[in-house]
């Protein structure tokens, strides 16, 4: 079989998310829609509390998307107008975009090589209205916590972490979205725990914070029904966190395996002195990855890119091929000179559970080719 007749290797199988459990997922949505319970119900309460459970927190809280999540976890946290909030310019625009809809103002700082937010980045960008460090725990990695903590420690700031792709990440231990004042994440298909469409978790260890949460997640209204303040309609459809607790039951193999594909790219494409992989399973053992993502550099990133795709293998240049302070029309006047190089070579190669071994040898066969011919 030629190249351009195997069967074609996409970036990510959205059908089967569904195919793969067609079965489980028909009885979740009968037994669902059979209750009537579709907003607020038990399934939620119970979701919440499992997730709450794996990580080690103390309140989970399902919210409509990550980006909502992020708006609610910083107001809770109280970011407001005339305030800033540092994060890292690679990320998505939402995370910036939850900053501005809170009134205060994002300023991007430059990642470092490990592709996080550099924490001496961070330090450099501190002003005296800074009120908040926002690190996004980047393509199933977490950020060093330990040197952000200390900044935030210093400087008075409270910390809201982007864990939108970290699900099942750890440093030192200790499980991404627990380490400041609350956190996001996200049940968007294509991620970590992914649901059957838009969907997400704020989570928090403060008693007050989480109050704040309940409130502003739906319309200002107390959990007795009094409208306290101004809110947002923000909360997990019950039928998706029912899917979202079956697939929670799973969810330590299917990390696993997503660290086994990762290991096999790295035994295959270790050598290549013009592809920089990101850090292996094995090797640190401060970190704990969940391969979100697997990003990688590439030298002539765009010939590979086209190479691979008339092979039938997709690949994605993240956020549209521009860190946040690169979107002209935002307003950022930063410059920042090693993110945007680092942009320039930027890659994404397939990493989900719908791809076999073959698969991953079928991309690193095409990917040695490209390189030594």
Not at 184 to 210: C, E, H, M, Q, R
Not at 344 to 349: F, G, K, Y
Request: aromatic letters at 8%.
């Amino acid at each position: 079989m030629t190249p351009t007749e195997a069967p074609s290797i996409p970036f990510f199988n959205y059908p089967s998310l569904f195919a793969g459990e067609e079965a489980e997922l028909v009885t979740l949505f009968r037994d669902v829609g059979r209750r009537g319970a579709f907003i607020l119900q038990p399934d939620l309460a119970r979701f919440e509390a499992d997730l709450a459970a794996y990580l080690g927190a103390r309140h989970a809280l399902g919210v409509g998307n990550a980006t909502d999540g992020l708006i609610i976890a910083l107001r809770a946290a109280g970011i407001g107008a005339g305030q800033e909030v540092i994060f890292s310019s690679h990320t998505m625009v939402a995370t910036a975009a939850a900053i501005h809809f809170t009134g205060a103002t994002p300023v991007p700082v430059e990642c470092g090589t490990d592709h996080l937010i550099d924490p001496v980045a961070v330090e450099a960008a501190i002003t005296p209205r800074t009120r908040a460090i926002l690190p996004t725990q980047l393509n199933g990695r977490t950020a060093d916590m330990d040197a952000l903590g200390k900044l935030a420690q210093h400087f008075g700031l409270a910390i809201i972490e982007d864990a939108a792709q970290a699900l099942g990440s750890r440093f030192r231990g200790q499980a991404a979205a627990t380490f400041g004042a609350a956190a996001a994440i996200s049940f968007f298909p294509a991620k970590l725990l992914g649901s059957l469409g838009d969907g997400g978790a704020v989570v928090t260890n403060s008693a007050a914070i989480y109050g704040r949460l309940v409130e502003l997640h739906d319309h200002g209204r107390r959990a007795d029904g009094e409208i306290v303040s101004w809110g947002l309609n923000s909360r997990l459809d019950n039928l998706q966190a029912a899917i979202l607790r079956h697939r929670l039951r799973s969810f330590g193999a299917a990390i696993e395996r997503r660290r086994a594909l990762a290991r096999l790219y790295r035994e295959r494409l270790a050598g290549l002195e013009e592809l920089k992989l990101p850090p292996g399973p094995d090797g640190d053992r401060d970190h704990f990855d969940v391969y979100q993502n697997y990003e990688t550099e590439a030298v002539r990133r765009d010939l590979l890119r086209e190479f691979l795709k008339g092979r039938g293998i997709g690949t994605l240049v993240p956020w549209g091929g521009k860190a946040v302070h690169q979107w002209e029309r935002l307003g950022f006047e930063q410059r920042l000179p090693f993110t945007e190089r680092l942009f320039e070579r930027l890659l994404l190669l397939p990493l989900n559970l719908s791809l076999s071994d073959g698969d991953i040898h079928r991309v690193c066969d095409a990917i040695q080719s490209f390189y030594c011919g």
